[in-house]
């Protein structure tokens, strides 16, 4: 189940690191243009890049919403079973505190 969240993560994420390389190439072109060209190809090169940096963030945005809704679908669900079970969440907490304070005594 892990393994399949993460792959469908996966494809997006290589989308995004696509737009975010041409960005960044469109930027360094960007940065050549403003050094040797005034003009028309200042302004094609800057709406070129607008361009780029408009879709990189629309899929940025697409990407994360899915995120947001899993973990707010988790967090209810984590809600739901510490109501419902009060006692042994406490519980919980309390071997995780014990735990994590002796391997920080340990140190």
Do not use: C
């Amino acid at each position: 189940m892990i393994n399949r969240r993460v792959s469908a993560l996966d494809r997006p994420r290589r989308a995004i690191d696509g737009e975010f390389r041409n960005m960044i190439a469109d930027s360094e072109e960007l940065l050549k243009a403003a050094a040797t060209v005034s003009g028309e190809g200042f302004t094609a090169a800057r709406s070129k890049f607008e361009e780029k940096l408009g879709r990189a963030k629309a899929a940025l945005a697409g990407v994360s919403q899915p995120v947001f809704d899993r973990t707010r679908q988790s967090a209810t669900a984590a809600d739901h079973y510490v109501r419902g079970n009060p006692w042994t969440a406490a519980g919980i907490a309390m071997a995780a505190g014990l735990l994590i304070g002796i391997l920080a005594a340990r140190r």
